[in-house]
Each structure stands twice: as C-alpha cells, then as structure tokens.
C-alpha cells in the first residue's frame, strides 16, 4: 500500500516537472520572442535600371491638389461649349432646372503647390467665372482658394491658399528638358482621387490651335504619353529629380475612345507658367511684347521660288502699319533667321520668344532679303487681344473690270471693286486680282486657294490686272510660283506648282 502510494506521488511530480519545463514556469528566466520587422521596401534601382518611382511620388504627390470649382449661371448658360477641348476636363452636375434660378456647376480639376505659404498653379479653365474654388489636398485637408490672377492665352491661373509650411514642388528648367525624358503626370483623373502615371516627353514646342484663349493663345507644349484624362488639368508633369517641369492642360482624343487618353498629352512648359506666375503675382496681369508682323514657315518650295539656299527662317507675309516693325524696316517677303542671336526657323518659336518679352524691350533682328543680311533693332510694343488681330476696313475701289482667266493657274481674275470687297471680306487690300472662278483640278485649287481670295503679288512681283500675273509667271522657269494671297484680311504666301 505504501509503495503504491509512493509510486503515484512520483508520477505526479515528474509530470508537474514535465509541464514546468514546457511552459518555462522552472526556467531561470523567460526568454522574449524576438519581435518581428517590416520588410524594407523593394529597391528602386536594380543592376543599374530603376524598377519604381515610388521615391519620386512619395516627394512630389502631396503637393498636387484636387480643384474644385462652382459657377453659379442661368439656365441657358453653358460653363464651356458642346465638343470644346475643356469638355474632356470638365465634370459638369447641373443643379435646379427650369424656372428654380440659377443652376450651380461644378467642375473638378487638380492644382501644384509651388511655394509652402500656399501658391497654386492651375489651369484657368478650371476655375474660369468661378465663384467659389476649394483646394483640397492628397490626406483629404480642404482649404477655400483665391484666385490671385488668370491668364486665358496661356490658359493658366495662380491661386492662393491661407496655410504655412505646406509641401510644395520647386519648378525645373523646361528648356533643358529632352524628347525621350521620362516623366510622370500627377492629378485627379475623372475625380477618382489622386493617381500617377509615367511616359516620356514625346515632342517639344507642340501648337494644337485649341487652348482655351482662342485664336490669341500663346502655346508651347511638351507632348507626352503619360497617361492624362479628364480632371488631370492644372496637375503636375514631373522629372525624375522630382522638379516640376509642366502644368497638364490638353489631350487629344479619337472619336472612339469616349473622350479617354489615347496616349496624346499636352503640358505647359514650366518656363512659360513662371513667367505668368511671376508677372500675375507682381501686378495681376500678363504684359507681352508685339512685333506686329503675320509670319508663316518657309517651306521647301517657298525657298525654291525665293531661291533660297535651305528652308530655314520665318517668312514674313505682312507688316502692320504703325507697329514696331514696320518702325524698325522690317518689309514685306523678308526672312527672320534669328532674335537677339538666337536662330529662328519656327514661327511658334518667334512668337512665343517676343510674347515672352516685355513691351518697350529692344530686340535685335536678323534678317535675310534679297540674298542679304540685314540687322534691324525693333522696340516691342504691347500684344492686345482685342487688338492685336483687328482688321481695318475695306477701301472704296474702282469700276468693275471684265474678267480674265489664269490658264497656268486655273482660275478666273477680276480687279477689286467696292461690291467685291463687301462680298469675299478683303479687309484693306485696295488694289489686288480677286479669284472669281476657280477650276477644281488645277494647279491653284490643289494648293489651297479658294474663290473669293485676293492675289497680291506673283513671285514678289505686285500685281494689278490679269497680264501682269501671265507676264510674272512666265518668267519663273521651272520653279513653284510663289503667290502673295489675301483671304478675308489675312495676308499669307502660297506656293504653287504648275503642271
């Protein structure tokens, strides 16, 4: 019995020593388990290629904003027009209808911070007639926006938000920016929230001929296929050192495609957003130099029939009365080759250069004519929308004249008259041959020319009845016939080449 009882008492304690030393209870002291990481983040660069940006978005996406903007209008008003560029920005939500007052819309767009105490670079037909605009940021804090100033031909607006210390983007040099850079593009695509794609610059210089100022726009894109949609206007276009190197603004879209990114983008250049910041920041509007001067490209037959040694330089195909040009000597057929040194062969180029220079500024003009060089010095005056394109009106002419026909051209000929201006739009050409008739499949006709335009000269030659233009083109050879063409006040060369 004893033994039985000591037997049972052994095995109850081996078994308490057993589970003493399981659960530690004996161990001399308990030993802590090793607290566990988080993995480090994936490198960024991996046998010399880099395999994220997230480095890069971590720096820049808290300084790009969502911008929203309300209009408050009547029933029959229209924040923007039906198929204009801006729709592809624009979420519109009509309010009341009918007779309930005005109705309230509402467009979202993004925004860049480009200085911590709160400025903001946008697009101006984000927050354009604008009542109300709220900048809101990446973690959701949302701030009322002034408008500080807005410039439609460069189709850019600067904002204020009352914050310190913000996050904010320093903005790079555009100009040393390469076709093939990469580039990311950051905003708030059809108001899902902030998202990046990446691309690369796939053009420079780019003129689409639908920015939001019209006809007096001032463009100067960087294309690129980085991926932007309806919302990403006013975002950022970043390098890779995290600079801000455009302001997002345009795209192109297929008829297909919904409106959607088909891979064609357009950003405005950081250069030219400092300067309209920096002048609408200092006295709340954009002062831009004019030379007064229609110009267009020289073409390989337009440096044929001028007999020209290359296509280079900017043909100039009229000079404003009055304007700093005519004032410097600047004439009619001359060739600009090059501003204060600088080589022109783009007349994008020219005029973005002079617009980007204050009125009153001497600038230095190269210029070829005749076969020589010529140096000017032009003072600018000041670009004026409202003036800048004006026509003056017609002149009063003379009796109607028979008409006559161009057979080498291909239309039918007719001094101007008083009726004849008042019909075709002439502006202030007095003296010219109006294109009455025109045969669909000749030489005139397949280089553009269209009835009711004025021929001014032929090959340089200042024509005024219908010899005068047979006399002209005889003599031109085998060459294209250089035409100095008025259509409806618009001075412009077109070459022509005869069967």
Same mark, same amino acid.
């Given at each position: 019995?004893?033994?039985?009882?000591?037997?049972?008492?052994?095995?109850?304690?081996?078994?308490?020593?057993?589970?003493?030393?399981?659960?530690?209870?004996?161990?001399?002291?308990?030993?802590?388990?090793?607290?566990?990481?988080?993995?480090?983040?994936?490198?960024?660069?991996?046998?010399?290629?880099?395999?994220?940006? !997230?480095?890069?978005?971590? #720096?820049?996406?808290?300084?790009?904003?969502?911008?929203?903007?309300?209009?408050?209008? +009547?029933?029959?008003?229209?924040?923007?027009?039906?198929?204009?560029?801006?729709?592809?920005?624009?979420?519109?939500?009509?309010?009341?209808?009918?007779?309930?007052?005005?109705?309230?819309?509402?467009?979202?767009?993004?925004?860049?911070?480009?200085?911590?105490? /709160?400025?903001?670079?946008?697009?101006?037909?984000?927050?354009?007639?604008?009542?109300?605009?709220?900048?809101?940021?990446?973690?959701?804090?949302?701030?009322?926006? #002034?408008?500080?100033?807005?410039?439609?031909?460069?189709?850019? @607006?600067?904002?204020?938000?009352?914050?310190?210390?913000?996050?904010?983007?320093?903005?790079?040099?555009?100009? %040393?920016?390469?076709?093939?850079?990469?580039?990311? !593009?950051?905003?708030?695509?059809? =108001?899902?929230?902030?998202?990046? %794609?990446?691309?690369?610059?796939?053009?420079? =210089?780019?003129?689409?001929?639908?920015?939001?100022?019209?006809?007096?726009?001032?463009?100067?894109?960087?294309?690129?296929?980085? $991926?932007?949609?309806?919302?990403?206007?006013?975002?950022?276009?970043?390098?890779?050192? /995290? +600079?801000?190197?455009?302001?997002?603004?345009?795209?192109?879209?297929?008829?297909?495609?919904?409106?959607?990114?088909?891979?064609?983008?357009?950003?405005?250049?950081?250069?030219?957003?400092?300067?309209?910041?920096?002048?609408?920041?200092?006295?709340?509007?954009?002062?831009?130099?004019?030379?007064?001067?229609?110009?267009?490209?020289?073409?390989?037959?337009?440096?044929?029939?001028?007999?020209?040694?290359?296509?280079?330089?900017?043909?100039?195909?009229?000079?404003?009365?009055?304007?700093?040009?005519?004032?410097?000597?600047?004439?009619?057929?001359?060739?600009?080759? !090059?501003?204060?040194?600088?080589?022109?062969?783009?007349?994008?180029?020219?005029?973005?250069?002079?617009?980007?220079?204050?009125? &009153?500024?001497?600038?230095?003009?190269?210029?070829?004519?005749? =076969?020589?060089?010529?140096?000017?010095?032009?003072?600018?005056?000041?670009?004026?929308?409202?003036? !800048?394109?004006?026509?003056?009106?017609?002149?009063?002419?003379?009796?109607?004249? $028979?008409?006559?026909?161009?057979? #080498?051209?291909?239309?039918?000929?007719?001094?101007? %008259?008083?009726?004849?201006?008042? +019909?075709?739009?002439?502006?202030?050409?007095?003296?010219?041959?109006?294109?009455?008739?025109?045969?669909?499949? &000749?030489?005139?006709?397949?280089?553009?020319?269209?009835?009711?335009?004025?021929?001014?000269?032929?090959?340089?030659?200042?024509? #005024?009845?219908?010899?005068?233009?047979? @006399?002209?083109?005889?003599?031109?050879? &085998?060459?294209?016939?250089?035409?100095?063409?008025?259509?409806?006040? %618009?001075?412009?060369?077109?070459?022509?080449?005869?069967?």
């Amino acid at each position: 019995m004893k033994r039985s009882q000591a037997l049972i008492a052994f095995i109850f304690v081996f078994t308490l020593f057993i589970a003493g030393c399981n659960t530690g209870l004996l161990s001399p002291a308990e030993v802590p388990a090793p607290s566990e990481t988080a993995p480090p983040p994936a490198p960024v660069v991996v046998d010399g290629i880099r395999t994220s940006y !997230a480095d890069i978005v971590e #720096k820049t996406s808290p300084a790009v904003l969502r911008i929203e903007s309300e209009v408050r209008s +009547q029933p029959q008003m229209r924040r923007t027009e039906e198929g204009s560029p801006f729709d592809e920005f624009f979420r519109q939500f009509p309010g009341p209808r009918g007779n309930q007052g005005p109705r309230v819309e509402r467009g979202v767009g993004s925004g860049v911070i480009v200085s911590a105490d /709160g400025t903001v670079l946008t697009n101006a037909h984000v927050v354009d007639e604008a009542t109300r605009i709220t900048a809101i940021t990446a973690d959701n804090q949302r701030f009322e926006a #002034k408008l500080v100033g807005m410039d439609k031909p460069s189709d850019l @607006a600067v904002l204020k938000i009352e914050a310190q210390n913000l996050p904010f983007l320093s903005l790079g040099n555009s100009d %040393t920016v390469r076709v093939g850079d990469i580039v990311l !593009a950051i905003g708030n695509p059809l =108001g899902i929230g902030q998202s990046v %794609t990446a691309g690369i610059i796939s053009a420079k =210089g780019r003129r689409t001929g639908l920015a939001y100022g019209g006809a007096d726009s001032f463009e100067d894109f960087l294309q690129t296929d980085a $991926p932007i949609n309806r919302g990403n206007s006013g975002g950022a276009l970043v390098n890779l050192e /995290g +600079q801000l190197i455009g302001i997002n603004s345009q795209i192109l879209s297929s008829p297909g495609s919904g409106g959607g990114n088909i891979g064609i983008g357009f950003s405005i250049p950081s250069n030219m957003a400092k300067n309209v910041m920096d002048q609408l920041l200092a006295n709340g509007k954009v002062r831009r130099g004019l030379l007064g001067v229609n110009i267009q490209a020289v073409t390989g037959d337009t440096a044929r029939a001028l007999d020209l040694p290359d296509a280079s330089g900017v043909l100039v195909s009229n000079v404003r009365p009055g304007s700093a040009a005519e004032k410097a000597g600047v004439q009619r057929g001359d060739i600009i080759t !090059a501003v204060n040194g600088e080589k022109i062969d783009d007349g994008n180029v020219l005029r973005n250069k002079i617009a980007g220079t204050l009125p &009153g500024t001497e600038v230095k003009l190269s210029i070829l004519r005749n =076969g020589n060089t010529v140096d000017l010095t032009a003072v600018l005056d000041e670009f004026d929308s409202e003036t !800048a394109s004006a026509n003056q009106p017609a002149q009063p002419g003379g009796e109607a004249q $028979p008409e006559r026909g161009s057979g #080498k051209l291909g239309v039918t000929l007719q001094p101007v %008259t008083p009726a004849l201006a008042r +019909q075709y739009g002439t502006g202030s050409e007095t003296e010219g041959l109006v294109i009455v008739d025109i045969d669909p499949s &000749g030489p005139a006709a397949e280089a553009g020319i269209a009835r009711g335009d004025m021929i001014l000269e032929v090959n340089r030659r200042v024509v #005024k009845t219908a010899e005068e233009v047979e @006399a002209a083109l005889q003599q031109s050879g &085998g060459r294209p016939i250089l035409l100095l063409i008025s259509r409806r006040g %618009t001075v412009t060369y077109l070459t022509v080449r005869l069967s």
